[in-house]
């Protein structure tokens, strides 16, 4: 069955600016998760989302956000783009507890 | 809150020789443990978990861990490795609540010919 797919894949965009990634779980998965890959912070979580809900938040500014469709599609949203925000996002999906599964990513780079 | 700490942040390891990455936890409450392994330019893919059961896990690759409450460890083994397991691993940790997942902060793996 197909995997979690995260587009695009590669993104350059100008401070200031706006960015909105995608991600499409595996199918019947309806946890979806964000995860921020940075060289200095690791991996660090984002937000999850539960059947359109959001069921849980990390220690992200206010400029991060998401949501969920109902067909468990997710997106986050950037807002007023940062050099710091320069990172590889990832989204996951999964069964309740059964562990996640990731994508391959989207690589932002902020200039 | 959890938090993971991985020892090693590199290990260098000849080709069929065997390899231990060290995970340690903390967590008030009980934990699912996970071992994902990244290669260069993707994304995380899942070796193994611990979920219940049996405390020692077998994964993808020939890759085991096993699991020590009293010592709050989740370290991951290879008996022999392969230049293809040349990677960065990382350990996380999730609660029953929230599905979040906190993670160390990996340990590359550099296998040598």
């Known amino acids: 069955k197909a995997g979690v797919t995260q587009t695009p894949r590669y993104l350059i965009k100008t401070r200031g600016q706006q960015v909105t990634l995608s991600c499409s779980p595996i199918?019947?998965?309806?946890?979806v998760s964000w995860y921020q890959q940075t060289p200095g912070q690791g991996l660090q979580f984002l937000f999850e989302?539960?059947?359109?809900?959001?069921?849980n938040k990390g220690n992200f500014p206010g400029r991060f956000s998401g949501r969920q469709f109902s067909n468990s599609r997710s997106e986050m949203n950037v807002s007023t783009l940062e050099l710091g925000d320069s990172a590889l996002y990832l989204c996951?999906?999964?069964?309740?507890?059964?562990?996640?599964?990731f994508g391959s990513g989207t690589r932002l780079t902020v200039v | 809150a959890q938090s993971v700490t991985q020892l090693d942040s590199q290990v260098p390891v000849f080709e069929e020789a065997p390899v231990e990455l060290r995970c340690n936890y903390s967590?008030?409450?009980?934990?699912?443990l996970f071992w994902y392994v990244q290669y260069p330019n993707q994304g995380l893919q899942l070796l193994l978990k611990y979920l219940s059961g049996s405390t020692l896990v077998k994964g993808i690759n020939g890759f085991e861990a096993e699991f020590n409450k009293s010592q709050t460890s989740f370290h991951l083994r290879k008996p022999s490795v392969h230049i293809s397991d040349t990677a960065e691993y990382f350990c996380?940790?999730?609660?029953?609540?929230?599905?979040?997942?906190?993670f160390g902060g990996g340990t590359r793996v550099l296998v040598k010919p």
């Open positions: 996380a940790v999730s609660v029953t609540a929230g599905n979040k997942l906190t």
């Open positions: 199918s019947g998965h309806r946890s």
């Open positions: 996951a999906s999964s069964l309740e507890r059964m562990g996640y599964t």
């Open positions: 989302y539960f059947s359109e809900t959001q069921r």
């Open positions: 967590s008030s409450v009980s934990v699912y």
